[in-house]
């Protein structure tokens, strides 16, 4: 690194601080900042981040055409935000695909053949909510990396009385290849209809994100049942890092984000399944399948700024070498205990 | 890199002990860490409640409240730390130190930590900046007075910068002197690389092709005003 740059830095110092040697309290060091609050308050800062995600789908209309607002997610905390959580979900949140692969069972020494079946239910709940209440079907292969990237298509209407199941949207997706390449493919009119199924399952998670029971009907019970399953032979994994992240929740100046190499809809039903629907906003779940976890947190940061500082949680290899590609700290989850220790963290307002 | 010295990196317990009960408190539940040893009893000290971070953990939390200029807290947060050598030697814990003299004035800890301890070039930039400034500030109290930019070249020529902080480039240049001798060694075969070369020696350089260029450009003229002067 060049030392070029560093009279500027310093100047930048001096100038903050009567004293002369202190450094900047309030945020970090780097003399590049944003001055008020981060670009996610202004629209067309956020939309241009979005709109440049070119993997997602080509289901957004060409450029050109003008566009209606972007749905707007909440718009970012205002400057009293100081951290930003970066959650991974499995393995990390959740005790999920380990499940299936046997590799939990070989590691805490259980019995694989009723770890695997527990890993099957789970699965097999994950994907009928998806199907049946999140249109996978229809949206598998368009899937995106945020619930709102396809808002700018919707007019709004009101779908209370729509009918997804015929409204033509299959036949012009089995039409093939429509989600890839960019360019208006099955027309602007189909682009509408998949804007349509994404604010409805933005709904349904509203909703359902704290009565999950409620949309599973019969089936409720044998999903209590298999969450208790589950909690048990993870030795309440799951609990723990609910209680970090209800920590985090109960602060007003942090914020909790979820970045999944599982599709969007998936994880959206996973989110739900697993009991995390109160704790994170449907617009604090992002979908790396695309992009990446790395464009993923740079998305991130362009929404909430560069003022707070950003802490990425997980169980290593690509959200560990994208944190470090930004430079964001990371805390590991190989264990338990590192899970109670960031609990500990926490409440010791060390993090 | 966060983590310090390879062999701190995870330091994780390799295996959960599936018989703890679950309903152990939070607060109590400790980490053997094998990778430093504390002298016995001190992570279950009364004063140091639950001390069971892990080195990893330990740089993690540094780095988070360096980031968010928690400079304060971040001087609890070591003074808290166990003693334990390893650990005191974790990069980011050292970089925190480092960090939290300057801020506290403690320049003669500063230099202490700059100089006695190598730091990987990642971290370069920061820790010259911190050197460099703490002796701008000592140089200004003797001084009695601002010091200007002939004043500032004085005190970096009288204090240069640690081997341990600095990888010796000569900074009074743009580019990196293994950019520049590509540039010299190519400009002495052919003074007008074509359009591709440009490109390839953008390539080989980590330069644009706008920059190089320049620096043919302006390599040409300042050799045809030399051969001017003399004649």
Same mark, same amino acid.
């Given at each position: 690194?060049?030392?070029?740059? @560093? ?12 004293? /002369? ?23 067309? /800062? ?64 259980? $019995? ?6 527990? =890993? ?44 997804? =199941? ?13 989600? !890839?390449?960019?360019?208006?493919? /099955?027309?602007? $009119? ?22 999950? /029971? ?23 994994? !799951? ?6 992240? @209800? ?41 790396? @399948? ?27 290899? $690509? ?19 590192? @899970? ?8 010791? $307002?060390?993090? | ?17 599936? #018989? ?8 109590? %539940? ?20 639950? +001390? ?38 974790? *990069? ?14 403690? +320049?003669? *800890? ?42 500032? %070249?004085?005190?970096?020529?009288? +204090? ?8 010796? *480039?000569?900074?009074?240049?743009? +580019?990196? #002197? ?8 190519? %400009? ?44």
């Amino acid at each position: 690194m060049q030392l070029h740059r @560093t009279p500027a830095i310093l100047s930048q110092m001096m100038t903050d601080s009567p004293s /002369g040697f202190q450094l900047s309290e309030n945020g970090p060091v780097s003399p590049v900042k944003a001055e008020s609050n981060g670009p996610g308050g202004s629209g067309s /800062g956020r939309r241009a981040r979005e709109g440049s995600g070119g993997g997602d789908g080509g289901s957004r209309s060409s450029r050109g055409r003008g566009r209606r607002q972007n749905n707007p997610s909440p718009s970012s905390p205002e400057s009293n935000l100081e951290r930003v959580f970066i959650w991974d979900l499995d393995e990390t949140i959740i005790i999920f695909h380990s499940l299936l692969t046997g590799s939990f069972a070989t590691r805490y020494g259980k $019995d694989a053949q009723s770890v695997v079946q527990l =890993g099957f239910r789970m699965e097999e709940m994950v994907f009928n909510l998806a199907d049946t209440h999140f249109f996978f079907n229809d949206v598998e292969d368009c899937d995106q990396v945020h619930i709102d990237d396809v808002a700018s298509d919707d007019n709004g209407q009101d779908l209370s009385s729509y009918n997804f =199941g015929s409204d033509g949207f299959h036949a012009a997706a089995s039409n093939g290849n429509l989600c !890839l390449a960019t360019g208006v493919r /099955g027309g602007v $009119d189909w682009m509408r209809k998949l804007a349509f199924r994404y604010r409805k399952i933005k709904d349904m998670y509203n909703n359902y994100r704290n009565s999950v /029971g409620g949309l599973l009907g019969a089936k409720r019970e044998q999903w209590l049942q298999l969450r208790s399953e589950i909690e048990a032979m993870t030795d309440n994994w !799951l609990t723990l890092a609910i209680k970090c992240l @209800t920590l985090i929740n109960s602060r007003s100046n942090c914020v909790n984000v979820l970045v999944t190499t599982t599709q969007l809809v998936p994880a959206l039903a996973k989110v739900l399944l697993f009991g995390l629907g109160g704790i994170f906003p449907i617009e604090n779940i992002y979908s790396a @399948t695309k992009i990446g976890k790395e464009s993923c947190f740079e998305r991130i940061v362009s929404r909430f700024g560069r003022k707070c500082t950003y802490v990425v949680v997980g169980d290593g290899q $690509d959200e560990e070498a994208a944190a470090k590609q930004l430079n964001f700290p990371f805390w590991r989850i190989s264990s338990h205990s590192d @899970t109670a220790a960031l609990y500990n963290a926490l409440e010791m $307002d060390f993090l | 890199m966060l983590a310090g010295p390879p062999a701190g990196s995870g330091g994780l317990l390799q295996q959960m002990t599936p #018989e703890l009960p679950s309903s152990v408190a939070m607060h109590h %539940y400790q980490q053997s860490a094998p990778q430093h040893s504390p002298p016995p009893g001190a992570s279950m000290s009364p004063l140091l409640p639950s +001390f069971g971070f892990t080195q990893e953990q330990v740089a993690c939390v540094c780095e988070v409240l360096q980031q968010s200029g928690n400079i304060e807290r971040l001087g609890r947060f070591l003074w808290s730390l166990p003693a334990c050598e390893k650990l005191h030697k974790n *990069e980011s814990v050292l970089k925190a130190k480092a960090i939290v003299a300057f801020h506290r004035g403690n +320049f003669k *800890e500063l230099y202490r930590v700059l100089e006695s301890n190598q730091f990987s070039p990642h971290n370069h930039p920061k820790l010259q900046a911190l050197w460099l400034k703490a002796h701008y500030v000592e140089a200004e109290k003797l001084r009695g007075r601002a010091l200007g930019a002939v004043g500032k %070249y004085r005190v970096r020529r009288k +204090f240069p910068l640690p081997r341990t902080i600095w990888d010796g *480039e000569e900074t009074s240049y743009c +580019f990196k #002197e293994k950019s520049r001798s590509v540039l010299r060694d190519w %400009y002495t075969h052919n003074p007008y690389p074509s359009p591709r070369e440009k490109r390839e020696l953008a390539e080989a350089t980590g330069l644009t092709t706008t920059q190089v260029s320049n620096w043919f450009k302006n390599r040409r003229q300042r050799d045809r005003a030399a051969e001017q002067k003399d004649g």
